[in-house]
């Protein structure tokens, strides 16, 4: 009984933590489990290079399990802790290969290293995800912190306060960046919407 | 240019506005709506700005690992963590290549560990429910804030099915929007909707099912019935098929009072049996029962839909269904189309329709998307 006390609280997230501390690989693998994915994606939008994403959400995680007699006892965001490590560990690596850099330019044409991407393209061919993907290219012009901050608002849910905290910088700018990511986006959708009434048109003819 | 703190973008990026299109709760769906009964003009830009909002979590989640990637980086996390533990802790360097000797065995490792503890944490996630009320009510909580809510919006000109986590079936009509979580919920299965949908809902009495849409809350604990809310109308219908619903208005209730009213397991206020219906004022929040049914011709194949077949060639019957949920089933028409099936199949989800069907034929099936496939022998 008093197991299934104790193992019942798993189930959140600072729970897991001190069981991590306690050197419970079990808890260890169910953060791995719920965080791998959305770090990864986080990454892909500080780096195009898909290798060095996969080697830091790796080398986040052997951080995690190696220093967890040091982790600190309170913290109070699992997550936030995981984000802010990943967006370090990139960082370091960048620094290390500083030519990913130019790479980030070519994602406009082709998206390489993501296999992910051309599934779900292939998958939905309906016009809703049609005008998602459009969007998606759009996303791809903007300047990258402008990228970084809406994913981390709108994908993983973080608070403005949360994402200042993880890129490093103050809560007006992070205001700053989705505001004018925001208005951009607009701004190329009248345009979008135009080029596909002209392409609705041209198909009827 | 004045400020509007109800522009688009001022919406797209308030935290108010982000929390009710991605977590929809009685409590802000009710302050939601009532700003725009207050607000009519701003109807349009809400709607807008909603879609930007769910475009916007969407894109910025593509990049996520392939199942091969996530193996990779399990396995090199796996591996490094053993490597800890049996030498000192100070090792820096990467140990690829006895990453590689190992790999099948850890592979194999690694998912049996997965699977193993994503079972038993549900097990006694599970268990605790059932044992006390306090502290998983908790855990079920973070679980919903952690889970995606799921927004479907038909921009078809065809009806759209949508089978939930729990067995039941939504045919979304074209315009419509549906909104719900896959989380598991404790105390009962929400759905928000806007537009015409029509519910077959999977009985569980413990679970009530509600429906939110403009201030109305549906709650039936199985059963099946349409729902009218189209943006257009000034009222919203509610018909039911089977069974019995009961309907209220959450316009003038705190959030407590609503959850009380939800978590009821049986069905107060205005009650609707079969064939019933009601319309509510979305201005006044006035509830009218209608008086009997008027047929509209073309109106909701599926409501009107009988699915009651007497010796009927199986071709028929997938055809019945195929029409009325806006699916492709497929099948051995050589062994299977003539075979006759005797079965009543009303208000039942898509999915036990299938079932009932299939078990008649000795046959198997398989749903991905709106795609059928059905494997049988065929009748003797």
């Known amino acids: 009984?008093?197991?299934?006390?104790?193992?019942?609280?798993?189930?959140?997230?600072?729970?897991?933590?001190?069981?991590?501390?306690?050197?419970?690989?079990?808890?260890?693998?169910?953060?791995?489990?719920?965080?791998?994915?959305?770090?990864?994606?986080?990454?892909?939008?500080?780096?195009?290079?898909?290798?060095?994403?996969?080697?830091?959400?790796?080398?986040?995680?052997?951080?995690?399990?190696?220093?967890?007699?040091?982790?600190?006892?309170?913290?109070?965001?699992?997550?936030?802790?995981?984000?802010?490590?990943?967006?370090?560990?990139?960082?370091?690596?960048?620094d290390k290969f500083p030519v990913t850099e130019e790479i980030a330019f070519l994602t406009e044409n082709e998206t390489p290293a993501n296999p992910a991407n051309s599934e779900t393209i292939l998958i939905d061919v309906e016009s809703a995800s049609r005008r998602a993907k459009q969007i998606q290219n759009l996303l791809s012009q903007l300047p990258q912190r402008q990228v970084e901050a809406l994913t981390l608002r709108y994908f993983d849910d973080f608070s403005v306060e949360e994402i200042a905290g993880i890129m490093g910088v103050s809560e007006k700018s992070v205001r700053n960046f989705i505001y004018k990511a925001l208005t951009s986006l607009r701004h190329n959708r009248q345009i979008l919407i135009i080029s596909s009434l002209i392409f609705c048109l041209l198909g009827v003819f | 240019m004045k400020h509007d703190p109800y522009a688009l973008?001022?919406?797209?990026?308030?935290?108010?506005?982000?929390?009710?299109?991605?977590?929809?709760?009685?409590?802000?769906?009710?302050?939601?709506?009532?700003?725009?009964?207050?607000?009519?003009?701003?109807?349009?830009?809400?709607?807008?700005?909603?879609?930007?909002?769910?475009?916007?979590?969407?894109?910025?989640?593509?990049?996520?690992?392939?199942?091969?990637?996530?193996?990779?980086?399990?396995?090199?996390?796996?591996?490094?963590?053993?490597?800890?533990?049996?030498?000192?802790?100070?090792?820096?360097?990467?140990?690829?290549?006895?990453?590689?000797?190992?790999?099948?065995?850890?592979?194999?490792a690694a998912s049996a560990a997965l699977i193993l503890s994503i079972g038993s944490v549900s097990y006694w996630f599970y268990y605790k429910q059932s044992v006390s009320g306090k502290a998983p009510n908790l855990a079920a909580m973070q679980d919903l804030k952690t889970d995606k809510i799921i927004q479907r919006h038909n921009d078809s000109?065809?009806?759209?099915?949508?089978?939930?986590?729990?067995?039941?079936?939504?045919?979304?009509?074209?315009?419509?929007?549906?909104?719900?979580?896959?989380?598991?919920?404790?105390?009962?299965?929400?759905?928000?909707?806007?537009?015409?949908?029509?519910?077959?809902?999977?009985?569980?009495?413990?679970?009530?099912?509600?429906?939110?849409?403009?201030?109305?809350?549906?709650?039936?604990?199985?059963?099946?019935?349409?729902?009218?809310?189209?943006?257009?109308?000034?009222?919203?219908?509610?018909?039911?098929?089977?069974?019995?619903?009961?309907?209220?208005?959450?316009?003038?209730?705190?959030?407590?009072?609503?959850?009380?009213?939800?978590?009821?397991?049986?069905?107060?206020?205005?009650?609707?049996?079969?064939?019933?219906?009601?319309a509510f004022s979305k201005e006044s929040g006035k509830i009218t029962k209608l008086s009997a049914q008027v047929l509209e011709t073309g109106d909701m194949d599926i409501l009107r839909q009988e699915f009651v077949f007497d010796e009927t060639p199986v071709h028929e019957v997938f055809r019945k269904m195929e029409i009325a949920y806006n699916v492709q089933i497929s099948y051995d028409k050589v062994q299977m189309g003539n075979c006759t099936l005797n079965a009543t199949l009303i208000g039942q989800p898509f999915k036990e329709k299938l079932e009932a069907i299939c078990n008649a034929l000795d046959a198997e099936y398989e749903i991905n998307d709106n795609l059928v496939s059905i494997v049988g022998k065929g009748c003797k």
């Open chain 2, 9 to 108: 973008t001022e919406l797209i990026r308030s935290d108010e506005f982000i929390e009710w299109v991605m977590r929809p709760d009685a409590s802000n769906e009710k302050r939601w709506q009532t700003f725009l009964e207050n607000n009519p003009d701003k109807k349009q830009t809400v709607e807008a700005a909603r879609e930007y909002v769910i475009l916007l979590a969407k894109d910025t989640g593509r990049d996520q690992p392939t199942k091969k990637q996530s193996d990779r980086m399990w396995n090199a996390v796996e591996s490094r963590m053993h490597e800890a533990e049996n030498e000192s802790l100070a090792i820096e360097e990467p140990a690829k290549g006895r990453m590689i000797s190992g790999w099948r065995w850890m592979r194999v």
């Open chain 1, 1 to 94: 009984m008093i197991n299934f006390d104790v193992l019942a609280g798993e189930k959140t997230d600072q729970q897991l933590w001190q069981r991590i501390r306690e050197g419970d690989e079990q808890a260890f693998t169910i953060i791995f489990e719920r965080y791998h994915r959305t770090l990864y994606n986080y990454g892909s939008k500080l780096t195009s290079n898909s290798a060095i994403v996969e080697d830091a959400v790796q080398d986040v995680f052997i951080d995690v399990w190696r220093l967890r007699n040091n982790l600190t006892d309170n913290v109070t965001s699992v997550k936030f802790y995981l984000y802010r490590a990943l967006r370090r560990r990139i960082h370091l690596a960048q």
């Open chain 2, 157 to 278: 000109d065809k009806p759209m099915m949508i089978l939930l986590t729990d067995g039941s079936s939504v045919v979304l009509q074209p315009g419509g929007r549906l909104s719900y979580s896959e989380a598991v919920n404790a105390k009962r299965r929400e759905v928000a909707l806007t537009g015409k949908a029509f519910f077959e809902i999977v009985k569980n009495k413990e679970k009530p099912f509600l429906v939110y849409s403009y201030g109305l809350a549906t709650k039936v604990l199985g059963t099946s019935f349409m729902i009218d809310a189209s943006e257009a109308n000034k009222d919203i219908r509610v018909e039911v098929k089977t069974g019995t619903v009961s309907v209220f208005s959450i316009n003038n209730l705190d959030k407590k009072e609503i959850e009380e009213e939800s978590d009821k397991q049986e069905l107060t206020g205005i009650t609707l049996s079969q064939d019933q219906r009601i």
